[in-house]
């Protein structure tokens, strides 16, 4: 599961990464579930077009009677995403990147948590693969919302957890996001652990630039329990 992330680069570097229009906004070091967060996708009103827009992290899926965020769903995993009911249109039709700079999972260790930051080697930025969904209610109102998938880990994942967010490379994000020309045998094919020696990983406790928080600072300890 992906429980925690980072978007800490400024604008400019976004936009570069992206070829979008990023605002300001502040370095976010621990973004939670349920908070708003900054995806890119293709335009829902203009064919091919993409767009930066800002959804709600934890998938509630058009069909639900009511918006209850106790129960939305902030991971998707890849296996069976296809068959399930709440993600199937959604990774038919709403496939979203979702901006980084890195991601967080807790390593067991006797009766202590670890928490370690992993990140792309050589990228400050880099995407995570989403879906996202529109819930109108009955009065008009709409709310947008979206999940990470997540996929096997691979080497460098597995020693801290059983699963991983999915990443996307940069040469495949028109792929991931064209979701008139792009079929179910092809994603198969994106949705796979990412290559382990592309990946950083840093244990928070140790190891850190002086500018880095701790754990500590970085975590509630209610995070930590």
């Given at each position: 599961m992906c429980c925690r992330f980072q978007l800490v680069a400024p604008s400019e570097a976004l936009t570069e990464h992206f070829g979008l229009q990023f605002d300001e906004a502040p370095a976010r070091k621990n973004i939670k579930p349920a908070q708003p967060i900054t995806i890119v996708r293709i335009h829902p009103a203009i064919f091919g077009k993409r767009q930066v827009a800002l959804t709600l992290w934890g998938f509630i899926p058009s069909f639900a009677k009511l918006p209850?965020?106790?129960r939305a769903m902030f991971n998707a995993r890849a296996e069976g995403?296809?068959?399930?009911?709440?993600?199937?249109?959604?990774?038919?039709?709403?496939?979203?990147?979702?901006?980084?700079?890195?991601?967080y999972e807790w390593e067991h260790y006797g009766q202590s948590r670890i928490p370690w930051q992993f990140g792309v080697k050589g990228e400050q930025v880099f995407s995570l693969g989403g879906i996202w969904e529109q819930w109108n209610g009955a009065s008009g109102e709409e709310i947008e919302t979206c999940a990470i998938i997540t996929v096997a880990p691979n080497e460098t994942m597995r020693?801290?957890?059983n699963r991983m967010p999915l990443i996307i490379h940069p040469d495949n994000y028109e792929k991931w996001l064209n979701c008139e020309h792009c079929f179910a045998d092809e994603l198969a094919a994106l949705m796979t652990p990412y290559p382990s020696e592309?990946?950083?990983?840093?244990?928070?406790?140790?190891?850190?630039?002086?500018?880095?928080?701790?754990?500590r600072d970085l975590f509630t300890p209610e995070d930590l329990l």
């Open positions: 209850d965020p106790t995403i296809w068959e399930k009911p709440s993600f199937r249109h959604a990774i038919a039709r709403r496939r979203c990147l979702i901006p980084a700079t890195g991601f020693r801290v957890h592309q990946m950083t990983a840093t244990p928070l406790e140790s190891g850190l630039p002086d500018d880095f928080p701790t754990a």
